[in-house]
């Protein structure tokens, strides 16, 4: 079946240091997106990629970078310079061109600085 | 003032109890999405709308775009449709916009 795959679903990390994201698809999607929830919070949009090789910032990318070296993969690092990493990381994609198809969720992974 | 607003942010229901969830928007959208997380944090999406009414099963939404409001309706509901539910808009650059989301919890 398609989907999207997060990884790790938990993970923890010491402060400082940096940590890699995971998100796969295997829907063919042109556009992948990664939202980060806080309790309370809607949604907020770090980072987008409408093709391969580009993205762009979304509201909330300082202490971000992301990369699209594949269709398939736009993996998310969350680097020390993020002041307040602590929160619930959601990756989506969806196929802007064919709107009506909607958007696809991945499962999410809970971030927690120790 | 948030671009997507919800309202209730919380509602408790009687199994069985006919439920409404509303929605309100400010920006021009391509599309309203009803989404649904379950307390995993895994969010499926339940409708796209960007006119009119759709129904799956026990689950109705409705849009009406000169008003800018939806609306999400749960029939006959049951203590397994508890999840906080979120409606989204579509942006210009294809992004979604989120409003806060409405915590349901049906009792048995």
């Known amino acids: 079946d398609g989907g999207i795959t997060q990884s790790p679903k938990y993970l923890f990390r010491k402060e400082g240091q940096n940590v890699t994201l995971s998100c796969e698809q295997n829907l063919n999607h042109d556009a992948m997106y990664w939202y980060r929830q806080d309790p309370g919070q809607g949604l907020r949009l770090i980072y987008y990629?409408?093709?391969?090789?580009?993205?762009q910032k979304g509201d909330i990318a300082e202490g971000y970078s992301v990369s699209r070296e594949k269709k398939e993969s736009f993996p998310l690092t969350v680097t020390s310079a993020q002041k307040n990493p602590t929160a619930f990381y959601l990756c989506?994609?969806?196929?802007?061109?064919?709107?009506?198809?909607?958007?696809?969720f991945g499962s999410g992974t809970r971030l927690t600085v120790v | 003032k948030n671009e997507v607003e919800q309202s209730p942010q919380n509602l408790t229901a009687q199994e069985g109890e006919f439920i409404t969830i509303n929605c309100s928007y400010s920006v021009g959208i391509s599309a309203l999405h009803w989404l649904q997380q379950h307390p995993g944090g895994g969010i499926v999406s339940l409708f796209m709308?960007?006119?009119g009414k759709k129904k799956h099963g026990r689950l109705i939404a409705t849009i009406n775009i000169q008003e800018k409001h939806s609306s999400l309706h749960i029939t006959a509901s049951h203590p397994r449709d508890s999840a906080v539910y979120i409606c989204?808009?579509?942006?210009?650059?294809?992004?979604?916009?989120f409003g806060k989301g409405t915590k349901l919890s049906v009792k048995p």
């Open positions: 989204a808009v579509s942006g210009s650059q294809g992004n979604l916009i």
């Open positions: 989506a994609s969806s196929m802007p061109s064919r709107a009506f198809y909607g958007y696809t």
């Open positions: 990629s409408q093709i391969v090789n580009d993205f």
């Open positions: 709308l960007s006119s």
